[in-house]
């Protein structure tokens, strides 16, 4: 049973530059969250897709955006990339449970995203 | 909203003693605290959660403690072993999200 998924595994870009990051959930599961963690920090909530839509977000500004499709994969795409954009980003996928709860996340190895 | 505060930043202890992480959150609302080993390189990996409901949960050497009333959970690691060196992620689930705290580097020296 393959677990979470996420390509590519490191990238570089330059400032202002455009990236798009992909996710494959683990098997059975419907719900993708998006995490970003800094060196040294724990991982923070960027947004959280579900049946193709945005169902929750956390702070972060409308250059992060994201999609989801039919067969439950995710991309997370991020514009006018800042040197503060570098971190390792994070996909989480579940399933709701006792109707909509979103507990038990289950993460992917990440892309670490370096900006220069 | 939810604020997730975890102590100590840092633990070394040797191996086989126990190894104790705290961590305490702000919001009554929360009700489900995962615990995460983040080991170099790789993403989080779940290694035992509570659910509000309960106060104490334990599997093998790993057991998770929370104390609703004081907003306090903890997570305890007995007979320590060098593979279990790793950061530490305490969580809570407020919202529909998880709120984590700042990690806790765990060393075991053999």
């Known amino acids: 049973d393959a677990g979470v998924t996420q390509s590519p595994t490191h990238l570089i870009k330059t400032r202002g530059q455009q990236v798009t990051l992909r996710c494959s959930p683990k098997?059975?599961?419907?719900?993708v969250s998006w995490y970003q963690q800094a060196l040294g920090q724990g991982p923070q909530f960027i947004f959280q897709?579900?049946?193709?839509?945005?169902?929750q977000r956390g702070n972060f500004p409308d250059r992060f955006s994201g999609h989801q499709f039919p067969n439950y994969s995710s991309e997370l795409n991020v514009n006018a990339l800042l040197l503060g954009d570098s971190a390792l980003y994070l996909c989480?996928?579940?399933?709701?449970?006792?109707?909509?709860?979103?507990?038990?996340?289950?993460f992917g190895p990440g892309t670490r995203l370096l900006v220069l | 909203g939810e604020n997730v505060e975890q102590h100590p930043s840092t633990l070394s202890v040797q191996e086989g003693d126990s190894a104790v992480i705290k961590c305490t959150y702000s919001?009554?609302?929360?009700?489900?605290f995962p615990w995460y080993k983040q080991e170099l390189g790789k993403g989080p990996q779940l290694i035992i959660d509570?659910?509000?409901?309960?106060g104490e949960k334990k599997d093998q050497r790993i057991a998770v403690t929370l104390n609703k009333t004081a907003k306090h959970f903890s997570l305890h690691i007995t007979e320590t072993q060098p593979e279990d060196s790793a950061v530490y992620f305490c969580?809570?689930?407020?919202?529909?999200?998880?709120?984590f705290g700042t990690g806790t580097r765990l060393q075991v020296f053999p």
């Open positions: 509570i659910r509000s409901n309960v």
């Open positions: 098997s059975g599961h419907d719900t």
């Open positions: 897709y579900y049946e193709e839509e945005e169902r």
């Open positions: 969580a809570a689930f407020n919202t529909d999200k998880l709120i």
């Open positions: 919001d009554s609302a929360s009700n489900y």
């Open positions: 989480a996928s579940s399933a709701p449970v006792r109707g909509l709860v979103w507990e038990t996340q289950y």
